[in-house]
């Protein structure tokens, strides 16, 4: 069984920053791409960042200079750092993996996620 759980998440005030991680746990061959999705009430969900296996990473305009994906292949961890945020970024936050397991082979998973909540 696969879990994926994300953490950092919080109340921060516009311009401060959050460090989202997203941990991936149970019999992992492989995570492939992975990235982080919002949602706000109201709005539709959508990516903000995604990062592959070998590294190539993708952004959300919206988030272009303030957020950086990385990951931890070691650890199975994958964060989101969230610089000079904006009330607009208020979210829930998803982390989301195409992951492969020796008897379930490619999936895609998701967290419950974690709130963030930008105050202006």
């Known amino acids: 069984q696969v879990h994926v759980v994300e953490s950092g998440g919080g109340l921060v005030q516009a311009g401060g920053s959050l460090r989202l991680s997203c941990a991936v746990s149970?019999?992992?061959?492989?995570?492939?791409?992975m990235g982080w999705y919002r949602q706000a009430p109201g709005k539709q969900r959508e990516l903000v960042a995604s990062?592959?296996?070998?590294?190539?990473?993708n952004y959300a305009d919206s988030v272009k200079g303030r957020f950086t994906i990385s990951r931890d292949n070691v650890r199975n961890t994958i964060y989101l750092q969230m610089n000079s945020l904006k009330p607009e970024d208020t979210g829930v936050y998803h982390c989301?993996?195409?992951?492969?397991?020796?008897?379930?082979?490619?999936?895609?998973?998701w967290g419950q996620g974690t709130q963030v909540t930008v105050s202006s």
């Open positions: 989301n993996g195409d992951i492969v397991t020796r008897h379930l082979g490619e999936r895609v998973y």
């Open positions: 149970g019999d992992i061959f492989r995570l492939n791409s």
């Open positions: 990062i592959t296996d070998g590294g190539r990473i």
